[in-house]
């Protein structure tokens, strides 16, 4: 055995596993991956330096299986545990670690079929939601088991956006390819239909100090921000106002115009000291007063050359921005105002960027296979 050749693989996942959890070594990992077709999932200990492919799955035979293969749509960390991510895929179901050190498990008890979106329960972590079609699964069991608490009558309509509400666990958003924004008060039991907007909802995400604020980010760059009922019964939440009188909701698009967002959103990610960060595909926006003005950050390519796929903030330092395009890995240290680029460890696409809120040196990369 050469030792040197080893030597890096295993001081990389030495550092990483000290960093994650303080559990011990227990599966052979992939090869250092340059200028290659690996898929699945990186991690990286060190913002983006070294990257190493982190995509075994043990199975019950002992041996270990690879996701390497498969197509990530998204990465979804544990609000109440770090160690505690879930990948949904394109076309084969959700899978989950409690330890990237020691592999990926597959949610047997999903369908294998694209997850459009996933939310964890920030009040208990057994509480998990996933949107597959027109459906909503709900499992109170950590993934043991699930059910369906919300099905649309149309096939064709799919359930885009799920979010809960980390002060209070009951009430749950989803949003919906038709438009419409729907509120349970009593996780997913019950529904009410609170906003029909004229494009698809893409995101729901709740401003991560105040639950009250609600931001929906639709399918071609829309963006409203309304503020949450404190209705404690449906009859309650009738009675919610869903007219934009900018009381309860406010539409925010006047202020996105100047910059020419485009129609493909990608991201809607919250900082510290209260910033936010709105991508498309094209370009990257940061508010300081909740989505009420905006100002662009500048990027190295010029905007018709640019093709954000995925984009993260350090929660710890909105100074940290990274985002990742079919090639290269960017990162900047001062707000955008300078960036480093690196070649993807992979000749396939980057398209999810997850950054482990204790540890921000951690980062986890997800890929696809590049469409043509």
């Known amino acids: 055995m050469n030792m040197n050749k080893k030597l890096g693989p295993v001081l990389f996942l030495l550092i990483l596993t000290m960093t994650l959890s303080g559990c011990s070594l227990s599966f052979k990992t992939n090869q250092t991956a340059t200028g290659n077709d690996l898929g699945g999932v990186f991690v990286t200990a060190n913002k983006g330096d070294v990257w190493r492919q982190m995509s075994v799955m043990p199975t019950i035979t002992g041996s270990a299986d690879n996701i390497g293969h498969l197509d990530i749509s998204d990465l979804v960390i544990d609000p109440g545990d770090a160690a505690a991510v879930y990948m949904p895929t394109f076309n084969d179901g959700l899978y989950y670690t409690y330890n990237v050190t020691k592999g990926w ?3 047997d008890t999903l369908p294998r079929a694209t997850i459009n979106d996933v939310a964890v329960d920030a009040n208990d972590k057994c509480n998990i939601y996933a949107a597959i079609g027109n459906k909503l699964y709900k499992s109170i069991d950590c ?19 799920i979010a809960v509400d980390h002060y209070a666990g009951n009430n749950v958003y989803i949003g919906t390819s038709r438009g419409e924004v729907i509120k349970s008060l009593d996780g997913g039991g019950t529904w009410r239909t609170i906003q029909r907007l004229n494009d698809g909802v893409r995101r729901i995400a709740i401003h991560p100090t105040d639950s009250r604020m609600v931001f929906v980010a639709s399918v071609k760059n829309g963006l409203y921000r309304f503020n949450s009922s404190e209705a404690v019964n449906l009859d309650q939440l009738a009675e919610y106002q869903n007219k934009f009188d900018g009381t309860n909701w406010m ?3 006047s202020e996105l115009k100047e910059f020419n967002m485009g129609f493909n959103f990608k991201a809607l990610e919250f900082g510290n000291d209260n910033a936010m960060f709105l991508a498309s595909d094209k370009v990257l926006l940061k508010s300081l007063d909740n ?11 010029p905007e018709k050359e640019t093709m954000i796929n995925a984009l993260a903030v350090n929660p710890k330092n909105s100074n940290e921005l990274y985002y990742v395009t079919d090639t290269t890995f960017y990162r900047s240290a001062d707000a955008g105002n300078t960036w480093t680029t690196k ?3 992979t000749s396939r696409a980057g398209n999810a960027l997850l950054v482990d809120p204790v ?12 469409k043509k």
């Open 105 to 107: 498990n597959h949610v």
């Open 143 to 161: 993934s043991r088991n699930w059910k369906e608490v919300y099905f649309d009558s149309n096939p064709n309509v799919s359930v885009t956006a």
């Open 251 to 253: 539409d925010l698009n």
């Open 291 to 301: 989505g009420s003005s905006w100002a662009k950050i500048k990027l190295i390519t």
């Open 343 to 345: 070649q993807l460890p």
């Open 359 to 370: 540890n921000t040196a951690v980062m986890y990369l997800g890929i696809n296979k590049i």
